[in-house]
T-cell receptor
Framework: GAGVSQSPSNKVTEKGKDVELRCDPI?????LYWYRQRLGQGLEFLIY????????KSGLPSDRFSAERTGESVSTLTIQRTQQEDSAVYLC????????????FGPGTRLLVL | GESVGLHLPTLSVQEGDNSIINCAYS??????FIWYKQESGKGPQFIID?????DKRQGQRVTVLLNKTVKHLSLQIAATQPGDSAVYFC????????????FGPGTRLSVLP
């Protein structure tokens, strides 16, 4: 079946603008994760959704970052008033459940804030 | 999270040789581990996993070894090929982390012709 998809694949924006990134998880996967990956660095956890439970937002770096997910489907990550330090690849992953389950990653959205 | 800035540890191997990539994990109670491969411009791809009740698991050309005593994980790639060139991440999981895995900083594998 189809893997995790993300859109757009690339986004260039001006400092101060808002951006919205989209993630379509694998069908049937109840868990969805957002990560940030700066150039040449590892994965930084941002937020996690599990079914209809309250999301784990513990990794969001500031209140400019927010995310939503409708049921067990699409998720959007919104960054308001973007800053140059927000430039990174934003990766989405999904898994069947939570702990102890493999996460499958999308190709990422490359965000460049000028 | 952890990072090594812009200079990932790099391992260079000759094509056809075996590669060993190491990872030190942080939580002695972690019970599930994954190795991911990330090629340039792509998201991480699952390679192989292992649970804490095992110390070795083999896949196609890859073997993962787990040493819980020293909290060490390694990925062995047999007969390394040019297509193996990528950044490799280990990830550990435990219920105490809540709902997310903790990823290592990554190692860049460069296969020399």
């Amino acid at each position: 079946g189809a893997g995790v998809s993300q859109s757009p694949s690339n986004k260039v924006t001006e400092k101060g603008k808002d951006v919205e990134l989209r993630c379509d998880p694998i069908s049937g996967h109840t868990a969805l994760y957002w990560y940030r990956q700066r150039l040449g660095q590892g994965l930084e956890f941002l937020i996690y959704f599990q079914g209809n439970s309250a999301p784990d937002k513990s990794g969001l770096p500031s209140d400019r970052f927010s995310a939503e997910r409708t049921g067990e489907s699409v998720s959007t990550l919104t960054i308001q008033r973007t800053q140059q330090e927000d430039s990174a690849v934003y990766l989405c992953a999904s898994s069947l459940r939570t702990s102890g389950e493999t996460q499958y990653f999308g190709p990422g959205t490359r965000l460049l804030v000028l | 999270g952890e990072s090594v800035g812009l200079h990932l540890p790099t391992l260079s191997v000759q094509e056809g040789d075996n590669s060993i990539i190491n990872c030190a994990y942080s939580n002695s109670a972690s019970d599930y581990f994954i190795w991911y491969k990330q090629e340039s411009g792509k998201g991480p791809q699952f390679i192989i996993d292992i649970r804490s009740n095992m110390d070795k698991r083999q896949g196609q050309r890859v073997t993962v070894l787990l040493n819980k005593t020293v909290k060490h994980l390694s990925l062995q790639i047999a007969a390394t090929q040019p297509g193996d060139s990528a950044v490799y991440f280990c990830a550990e999981n435990h219920d105490n982390y809540g709902q997310n895995f903790v990823f290592g900083p990554g190692t860049r594998l460069s296969v020399l012709p």
